[in-house]
């Protein structure tokens, strides 16, 4: 089974550039979230989709950063335009359901992430 | 609102020495307990689960149990080897968002 994958895996930009990554879940899984890990921290939700729908983007700081799921399957996060603080690792997860309490129905399975450095 | 505590890093252990990383947290309702890890150059990968009071996880020779009197997920190890050197996050889940820790970087010595 192919795992999620994620590109580009490293992305170098100037502040106030712009930068899109993309993501492709498992196949078949539902639910696809998108994370910064700042140096140092663990991985923050910045959004999760069930199906092409948002079920959460209360951390997404709306003004400058977006996502889509077109079809509910690829994902794209875009920042518009970068900040220094932006500087993180943008780690993409799918699952096959969203909620808890099945024995694995909401294991989350992580993609290799996207190193962002902002100059 | 929910959070993980964890123990600060890193931990430097050699071969064959016993593991303890602590974890704590704070949710409302009855959360579901992980522990990730992350190998240098890897993605996160699940490496146990819990999902109720007294549950215990485990896998590769790792282990943790659901302490709710305690609100604590704390992962062990008998015997650590040089190829567990990783980032080990701590994380629960309550209704339908992952709160993960900090993180504790674990350095084994051959």
């Known amino acids: 089974e192919a795992g999620v994958a994620q590109s580009p895996r490293y992305k170098i930009i100037e502040k106030r550039q712009s930068v899109a990554f993309w993501c492709n879940p498992i196949?078949?899984?539902?639910?696809l979230y998108w994370y910064q890990q700042i140096l140092g921290q663990g991985p923050k939700l910045l959004i999760q989709f069930q199906n092409n729908g948002v079920v959460d983007d209360s951390q997404l700081p709306k003004d400058r950063f977006s996502a889509e799921r077109l079809k509910g399957v690829d994902s794209t996060l875009k920042i518009q335009p970068a900040k220094l603080e932006d500087s993180a690792v943008y780690l993409c997860?799918?699952?096959?359901?969203?909620?808890?309490?099945?024995?694995?129905?909401?294991?989350?399975?992580f993609g290799p992430g996207t190193r962002l450095t902002v100059l | 609102g929910d959070s993980v505590t964890q123990m600060e890093g890193p931990v430097t252990l050699s071969e064959e020495a016993f593991l303890t990383i602590n974890c704590t947290y704070t949710a409302t309702g009855y959360p579901s307990l992980f522990w990730y890890v992350q190998y240098p150059g890897e993605g996160l990968q699940l490496l146990l689960k819990a999902t109720k009071a007294d549950d215990k996880g485990s896998n590769k020779g790792f282990e943790a149990t659901y302490r709710k009197e305690t609100t604590s997920f704390h992962l062990e190890k008998g015997s650590v080897q040089v190829s567990d050197s990783a980032v080990y996050f701590c994380a629960l889940r309550g209704s339908f968002k992952t709160i993960f820790g900090a993180g504790t970087r674990l350095f084994v010595k051959a």
């Open positions: 196949s078949g899984h539902a639910t």
């Open positions: 997860a799918s699952s096959a359901r969203t909620g808890g309490g099945v024995q694995g129905a909401d294991t989350q399975y």
